[in-house]
């Protein structure tokens, strides 16, 4: 218990309740913010990874229980995904423990590198692919769609995989590869599916790195404890805050921080967020523009489209 009261856990501790906000006001799956956090505070890659993804499957489990009683997930579609990424995703903790000690540590901080980035790419995607639905009058179907079971699992395997070496994307890949296979399915199914599929996906590979690397207690109780009241703060909060700049700013810290842990220089990480920050906004107000929107107008559009469904809210994935 004496672990849980030291400087290094309280500092997990309000790390994860700034990253619960952050996932509460947009959410942006914890996994892209809470690892690399953790391994900025010295905790180990392999660790990080371990601990986040158990916290994590508590998380979801929650959100899923609520989209499963509002009816709202495509259960053969979630039931292909499950089937692809399960497997990968139980893999993932040992395909990471084959490189032994020091190379596993390297290899997990460039994964995870390259996943950030990775994600901000797919979240940039999702983010226009949204502010387009809106655009285009968001009707939702009345008939079922045609799933594809082929494409459905790769989309599986390829996030199973992806989460089970860094904890990141279980939400960011697989949320933007739905809509864009299905681009008539409803906002409320495509949440309800995406953390319905999440939840087995997360505890295979939470499993996998508890077999090889065990829990650190006094990562994972603040991990949780900080986690949820950030989590329903963020929540409550998201009606007051601006989703069109946070969004932004969400993908210029994924970029950086990819960066970082990619081994690219402070200055250059410096000179490449100056540019962003500069840069990002004219370039957002331009596809604003061709949507036929204003280009700085801050009403949050696209997150309605998730926010507005009967039953749902912010969601970390």
């Known amino acids: 218990m004496a672990e849980l009261f030291t400087t290094a856990a309280l500092a997990v501790l ?12 947009t959410g942006m799956g914890g996994g892209a913010l809470m690892t690399p956090a953790l391994i900025f505070l010295g905790v180990p890659a392999t660790t990080a990874v371990a601990n ?21 997930p495509n259960l053969r579609l979630a039931g292909l995904l499950v089937g692809g990424s399960v497997p990968f995703a139980f893999a993932g903790a040992f395909i990471v423990d084959r490189f032994g000690g020091e190379s596993a540590e390297e290899f997990v901080v460039n994964a995870i590198g390259g996943a950030l980035l990775f ?15 809106v655009t285009s009058g968001n009707e939702a179907p009345s008939e079922e769609i045609t799933v594809r079971p082929v494409p459905t699992l790769l989309v599986g ?30 906002a409320l199914k495509l949440v309800g599916t995406d953390l319905v599929q999440a939840v087995p996906l997360v505890l295979a590979a939470a499993i996998g790195h508890v077999i090889v690397n065990g829990v650190d207690w006094a990562v994972l109780i603040p991990l949780i404890v900080g986690g949820t009241p950030g989590t329903f703060l963020g929540a409550r909060m998201a009606a007051w805050v601006s989703q069109s700049v946070i969004r932004r700013g969400i993908v210029i810290v994924l970029t950086l921080t990819g960066l970082k842990l990619l081994g690219l220089s402070p200055e250059a ?5 100056a540019g962003l920050l500069l840069l990002g906004p004219l370039a957002w107000g331009f596809v604003r523009q061709t949507r036929g929107l204003p280009p700085f107008d801050n009403n949050a559009g696209a997150w309605r489209l998730i926010k507005d469904e009967p039953g749902i809210g912010p969601r970390g994935d």
């Open 269 to 273: 990480v410096g000179i490449i967020g």
């Open 14 to 25: 309000a790390v994860s309740f700034g990253v619960g906000i952050v996932v509460g006001l």
């Open 119 to 133: 994600t901000a790419a797919t979240y940039t995607l999702r983010m226009y692919l949204q502010l387009r639905m």
């Open 52 to 72: 986040d993804l158990v916290a994590a499957s508590v998380n979801k489990s929650v959100g899923a229980a609520v989209h499963w009683r509002h009816g709202a």
């Open 157 to 186: 395997a390829i996030g199973g995989l992806l989460v089970g070496i860094t904890s990141v994307g279980s939400g960011s890949l697989i949320m933007v590869a739905l809509l864009l296979l299905y681009p008539t399915l409803s």
